[in-house]
């Protein structure tokens, strides 16, 4: 059946329309992602892209700035990623800025935000390699928190094992809480050990004080603080060790003058130990009496005798003269 005017004006409507807009959405995609402006290349290198995917946003500083380009994987540690930055934006973007791989939301799309650097860097140029900082992915922080929840099971279960154990009156802390009679005696305790810290706090009060008191001269202390006192005492001490050092010389002629007597060697040996020698000292001393006293008798006879008398009487009137004056 032959179509009617209206019917292929209708189509080719359809048509147009339809191609029109085909080149809007490409239009709107490719700018999105930058396939029809001025954009240049930036890389950045990781060890892990999470799931990254070409086409993915690249935002800087929160802001659309380009697409994932390329995904190149390097080795099994390194994989370079490609990135197609705006050229309105690239500007900006310095020598020192961070590149890091995150999720777009909660659950959306992975994308790369790239954080600005703290420094006074330049910009960047075409091509460059900026660092990249990997971050914590969804299944460690799963592994995390599974090991954080089994760690806090277990500290409750001992908690509420401790707990128990004080309730029922054991343990330390236990009986510190049942027993009254402990806890009576620690407060005694506690008590004796305040009045024990007030007087040693005292005690220490009236040692400074005497410390202090140290420093006055009307002291034993004060006064040998004293240069002419000092020099006084050294002077002294040093009197002593000369009269120390004669006494011992003097004491070692003792003992060698009693050695000498020991050993049979000078008079007082004969003195003390020949009693034939004593024997004629005590005659001696005794004849040395009778002698003396027939000298008197003698003297005597000799003051009554008519001759000497006038001599002596001069003699005794002389004496009584020397008296008187």
Known sequence: MEKTTSQKIRLGLFVISGLFIFVIAVYFIGDKQKMFGQTNHLKAVFNNVSGLQL?????????????VRGINMVNDTVIEVDMLIDK????????????????????????INIIPGKGTKPSVDPGDEIKSLSRVRTDEMLNTLGITNKNAANLTANLLKITKEITDGKGTVGLLIKDSILANDLRETMHYLKLTGKSTSESV????????SLENKNNVIGVLRDTAVANNIKTIVHNLDKSSSAIDTVVGNLNSTIVNIKQGKGALNYLSNDPRLVQKIDSTMTNIKEASSRLNENMEALKHNFLFRGYFKKQEKAKLKEQQK
């Open 205 to 212: 009060t009236k040692l400074n004080r005497i410390i202090g």
């Open 55 to 67: 086409g993915n946003n690249v935002r800087y500083s929160g802001i659309n700035a380009g697409t």
């Open 88 to 111: 309105t934006i690239f500007n900006h973007i310095k020598k020192d800025a961070v590149a890091i791989i995150g999720s777009d939301g909660l659950v959306g799309n992975m994308i």
